[in-house]
């Protein structure tokens, strides 16, 4: 079946960067939408970062111009670029996307595992 399969978490000191990845595993008709969410103990779930099929992106107001989201469609991945990181950037980051399994089947919203981003000096 169809997985989303994270990497590029870890741990930095504050000002540091990190690269996550996050690819589709399994056969699909169609990738849409897909995004980046994450999540603390003592936080609701939030939308980080959002890029459609056709290129257009958009960043949450507290990582805009310290975040950016891309893709690749040949490789079904989207990548989320994490520079000058925070020590309110620590969470565990999941990655979501938007697809349609096979032709003429509904969209379904597929979640990843999640990786954890730890911010300490």
């Known amino acids: 079946q169809v997985q989303l399969v994270e990497s590029g978490g870890g741990s930095v000191q504050p000002g540091g960067s990190l690269r996550l990845s996050c690819a589709v595993s399994?056969?699909?008709?169609?990738?849409?939408?897909m995004g980046w969410y994450r999540q603390t103990p003592e936080e609701e779930r939030e939308l980080v970062a959002l890029?459609?099929?056709?290129?257009?992106?958009s960043v949450a107001g507290s990582v805009k111009g310290r975040f950016n989201i891309s893709r690749d469609s040949t490789k079904k991945t989207v990548y989320l670029q994490m520079d000058r990181l925070e020590p309110e950037d620590a969470a565990v980051y999941y990655c979501?996307?938007?697809?349609?399994?096979?032709?003429?089947?509904?969209?379904?919203?597929?979640w990843g595992q999640g990786t954890q981003v730890t911010v300490s000096s």
């Open positions: 890029i459609n099929d056709d290129g257009r992106s």
């Open positions: 979501l996307a938007n697809l349609e399994v096979t032709r003429g089947s509904p969209r379904e919203v597929v």
């Open positions: 399994g056969s699909i008709f169609a990738l849409g939408s």
